[in-house]
């Protein structure tokens, strides 16, 4: 009777059904290896058991682990054939065989180039051009596989055209193909692999097309990832030593500035944005300028108020940047607001040390400036900066003394500028913020073994606290 029943299912070469090959259940067989019926059914002449063939190898690839699913897929010796399917006419048939070639570029750099000399980029690059936007996405994520495997299959897919062909999908417009534009983004960030040193000629033809990605793209859920994408690239291509003049003349500082203050933005966005313009800021009074005069100052105020550690750390590290550079920058600053939110978390204890010590970098950064600068002096003192360098001298980290030492020794040189309102010295400044006490118990303390530190501290006592400066009785 099942014979019967099976009358009108086509056969293969040795008896292998249609319906056979759609019962096969186990991925794998109890040796580890791809079942027969399988490799029968993918070398048939019977167009509907070589499809079923197909995507059950795909379902096996896409279900199973890599580790365990990608040799015994190769071990068919099938993976020719495979490769020559992204040529078929059957648009369901290539997408099955994009997917099994994305998923086996996704193992090892040997197994990757099972692929690659099987012929696939060139046949991968027509296919990501493909009006069949699911094949096309495919064809794109194992290029972009291939690219972050290794310098050499790198470089191989690059020769053929890999690269320019990104390029290109990334700059395309139309309807519907976003998908595959967001899946180029992501290869090319995958190219840009900062373990694998690219020379400058062969990248900076990649920075207009992210920057126009980057510029047009709307921020939304749907284009958060390959936003976050696009502008890690940035800092990819940084590291890969593009100037900042490069990144300034794409156009890119003033919408990294507005996604810095846009609500939509994710969190994993805003700490790539200011990783960029942390780059832009750290360089000459010119370049930081431009961050500046784009608005960067009342944008870190956002990132400064989260509870996330990382952003915060960032933008204070953009704050101490600024704050080094030029008095028009430091007076920026200082009218953006960002003063207060600096000098609350030195003052903090609760808030993460890392921090605190960024923040005494923008605090330090400023002392530098406040002789003779009547606007400077006047912000330091209302903003209760001698009791954050006071302060910053009991945080459990070296660089943070090192800094508040450095920003006391600064002020209590400062000559008074003409026009300041205050009428007292630096020094009673200090003292009323429990400056010398604090001076003398780092001196004295067991927990700070930098005899440098102790040794200023000593100095600044003897110098300008006399009365505080003996040691203190046991």
Known sequence: MAEETL????????????QGVSEIQAPLTEEGKIAEDLVFGFNSEDPQIKKASVIKIREILQNTPSSKAVQPVIDT???PAIVSLLDSEDKSLQFDAASIVTNIA????????????????????????????DAADRAVWALGNVLGDSARLRDRV???????????????????????QRSAVWAIFRYLNPRHKLPTKRIEHLLPCLARYIQETPVNEGNMESLEYAVESLDRIRKHHLHRTDFIAAGLVPRLVNLLADPSSSIILLKQVLMCLGYIVSGSDDDTDV??????????LVPLETKNQYLCQLALWNASNVAAGR??????????????????????????????REACWTISNLTQKVSGDAKVAQAFIEGRCFEA??????????????????GIHNVLQWKPPQGLEADESPITMLRSASG?????????????????????????????????SRPARV
């Not at 090892?108 to 027509?126: S, W």
């Not at 607001?337 to 600096?342: A, I, S």
């Not at 001076?439 to 006592?461: H, M, P």
């Open 106 to 133: 996704g193992g090892t750099t040997r197994q990757t180039e099972q692929v690659i000399n099987a012929g696939a980029t060139p046949r991968l690059i027509i296919l990501s051009a493909s009006p069949n936007v």
């Open 77 to 79: 010796g099938l993976i």
């Open 7 to 18: 009358l009108d299912v086509k056969a293969g070469p040795v008896g292998l059904t249609l």
């Open 327 to 356: 008095h028009s920058q430091v007076y920026a600053l200082i009218d953006s607001g960002l003063l207060q939110p600096v000098v609350r978390i030195v003052l903090d204890d609760q808030e993460p040390t890392i921090c605190r």
């Open 291 to 300: 961050a500046v005069d784009a608005g960067l100052l009342p944008g870190l």
């Open 158 to 180: 690059e020769e053929e055209g890999g690269v320019t062909a990104l390029v290109k999908l990334v700059d395309r417009e139309g309807q519907g193909f976003e998908k595959v």
């Open 389 to 406: 360098l006071s302060a910053a001298l009991l945080i459990a980290d070296p660089k943070a003394k090192e800094l508040a030492i450095s």
């Open 436 to 468: 010398p006490q604090n001076l003398r118990a780092v001196r004295d303390s067991r927990d700070v073994q930098d005899e440098k530190i102790k040794r200023e501290c000593q100095g600044l006592l003897t110098l300008y606290f006399p009365d505080c």
